[in-house]
């Protein structure tokens, strides 16, 4: 088997930038506390740039900033404050996420080549998998503790959350990776 790692560019890996953009970003949101209520949205509008900047459909990826106004209704109004006010919010919090993000998804054919429409359906594909991966795992997880998540919260938040996100993002990056 050969090796096909390359110390100096594996930041510019599109499958990478798909599973751990968003990751990191809404770890380094909550590291703020309250504040990555707000910082957080920013926080994935860059980081869907910087996977779009990298991708060969994408012509320009800047044009995606437009998305930020409608990421950040959708997370402020029905991300965190859904998860802390309902039992069973954080589903619910994050299918409103997901289905934000599948909102914005519709701003994609303002970025792509005009000879590249199959993306728009790529990126629907990468979301969809993505986020029934995420509530499927969140299942599997409490399920397996036999009730909700009651875990002190930056356990939840720093481990089980993000590697959950993870593996949902791996498993979905491969209809991203469709060129």
């Known amino acids: 088997m ?8 594996w930041h510019n890996n599109l499958y990478f930038r798909w599973t751990a953009l968003p990751v990191l970003a809404h770890m380094f949101s909550w590291m703020t506390g309250v504040g ?7 926080l994935i509008t860059v980081a869907q740039y910087l996977i779009f900047k990298v991708h ?3 012509a320009r990826p800047g044009f995606w900033f437009v998305t930020l106004p409608i990421t950040f209704i959708c997370w402020v109004k029905w991300g965190p ?3 802390s006010t309902q039992s069973g919010g954080i589903i619910q919090g994050v299918t409103a996420y997901y289905i934000g993000q599948l909102v914005i998804a519709l701003f994609i054919p303002l970025i792509i080549k005009p000879e590249r429409p199959e993306f728009l359906l790529n990126w629907i594909g990468c979301t969809i998998t993505s986020g029934l991966g995420w509530v499927v795992l969140y299942w599997f997880v409490t399920g397996m503790q036999g009730n909700k998540v009651n875990i002190p919260g930056n356990v939840t938040i720093f481990l089980i959350y993000p590697a959950i996100a993870l593996i949902a993002n791996s498993a979905s990056g491969f209809f991203l990776l469709k060129e």
Request: proline fraction near 14%; aromatic fraction near 20%; glycine fraction near 4%.
């Open 56 to 58: 060969p459909a994408v």
């Open 81 to 83: 404050f859904i998860t």
């Open 36 to 42: 990555g209520v707000l910082l957080f949205p920013i």
């Open 2 to 9: 050969r090796n096909t790692f390359d110390p100096y560019t």
